[in-house]
């Protein structure tokens, strides 16, 4: 792994992503916006990108 810029590059074709998402709805709230939250921060993390939720 080297890394250039806060970017890691694992492979010349996958870069790893430091993602921050801010919301005022997320788990364990119960409603659309925060489901989808969920499953988009869960496949980032199985892709192996760094994600970090700033909950409101």
């Known amino acids: 792994m080297i890394l ?3 970017i890691a590059y694992l492979h010349s074709f996958q ?3 430091k993602i921050d998402v801010v ?3 997320f ?3 119960v409603n ?3 489901m989808t939250l969920g499953r988009l921060t869960d ?3 199985l892709r ?3 994600e970090h939720v700033i909950h409101t």
């Open 23 to 25: 919301t005022d709805t």
């Open 27 to 29: 788990a364990p709230d």
């Open 4 to 6: 250039m810029a806060g």
């Open 15 to 17: 870069t790893i992503m």
């Open 48 to 50: 192996g990108h760094r």
């Open 32 to 34: 659309g916006v925060a």
């Open 43 to 45: 496949g980032l993390r």
